[in-house]
């Protein structure tokens, strides 16, 4: 049975904010006109590392990448190339012809205003739009989404979430910030505290927001999600090895999660990290940051003094 062609929009898609939002929209609107499957072609690994050199910390893992553009925006394929020396010197013609069309059965693309693609980035949208007449394939170029005065960019939302803005960062994503990952074992400080806490690792290339304690939430694989106190940090005061964990105490929930795949995201900031001069000083201030989560989440008008 022949493969279904595509109708693809192009981009890396750091965050899957709202300026690349506009992108999928109307990749998945032409996907529905034409009856065709709407798929994004993303690289793994940002084409900056290998160009520049220098390696750039992202929003999202390609794990959260592919789960927000298909749960917000309807997308059905995600796929995935890897971004080596041929994929960095292909000729930017051969990008579209031999990748796009031959492999990725591209019948339609869609383009951002500033995406290049080829070798040293000699496509460009008026390039895109020549060849794709010459091959008879739709084209849309999206022209730049502004908020606040702001053009919405990828850049821009980083320094954001290093800065633990994390309510201003998800008004530019259009969804919270998303980290999904494995439920590791902690030192288990949390239970003998009365505080219960999943931990996970940070992804491998992958931004550490601001350290100290976020309103979030944590879906689990079977679907229950529950409200939760998040610090990221070193935790000074039960820890002193310096390394970074992300611990989460889940509210309401009790059981086991350990080697659970948990998506987890994020509100709102609470407070910087610091150390307190006791344990009991400590349980005190997570609890008092539990009803913080519980107020965050509560339905606006159910308030005893209302």
């Known amino acids: 049975m022949k493969e279904k062609q595509r109708v693809i929009a192009l981009g890396f898609f750091d965050g899957v904010h709202i300026g690349h939002g506009a992108l999928l929209r109307r ?18 690994t940002p084409p900056k590392n290998l160009v520049m050199g220098k390696p750039v910390l992202l929003i999202d893992s390609p794990y ?24 960095m010197c292909m000729p930017w013609q051969d990008f579209v012809t031999d990748f ?21 980035g000699e496509g460009d949208p008026e390039r895109l739009r020549e060849i794709c007449g010459a091959l008879s394939l739709g084209c849309d170029i999206i022209p730049k989404v502004e908020k606040d005065g702001i053009t919405v960019s990828s850049t821009y939302i980083r320094e954001l979430i290093a800065k633990g803005e994390i309510a201003r960062a998800n008004a530019f994503l259009g969804h919270p910030h998303v980290l999904s990952g494995i439920v590791n074992h902690g030192r288990r400080v949390g239970r003998t505290l009365g505080f219960p806490t999943v931990n996970l690792a940070l992804p491998e290339g992958v931004l550490t927001p601001r350290f100290g304690v976020y309103v979030t939430r944590v879906t689990l694989p079977d679907g229950r999600s529950y409200p ?34 948990v998506r987890m995201e994020f509100f709102d900031y609470l407070r910087p990290e610091r150390k307190f001069s006791s344990p009991a000083a400590l349980t005190a201030e997570i609890e008092k940051n539990a009803r913080q989560v519980e107020d965050y989440f509560r339905p606006r008008g159910t308030g005893q003094n209302d």
Not at 108 to 113: D, I, S, T
Not at 250 to 255: A, D, E, K, T
């Open 27 to 44: 990749t998945a609107d032409r996907a529905k006109e034409k009856g065709l499957l709407p798929a994004v072609v993303t690289f793994d």
């Open 100 to 120: 796009l069309v031959r492999d990725c059965r591209a019948a339609h693309l869609v383009a951002g205003h500033d995406f290049h693609f080829g070798y040293k």
């Open 64 to 87: 959260d990448r592919a789960w927000i553009m298909r749960e917000n925006y309807g997308i059905k394929d995600v796929i995935f190339a890897h971004f080596d020396k041929r994929m």
């Open 228 to 261: 939760c106190v998040t610090n990221i940090g070193i935790r000074p005061t039960v820890d002193d090895s310096e390394r970074v964990s992300v611990e989460g105490y889940l509210i309401g929930f009790s059981g086991d999660l350990y080697g659970e795949t």
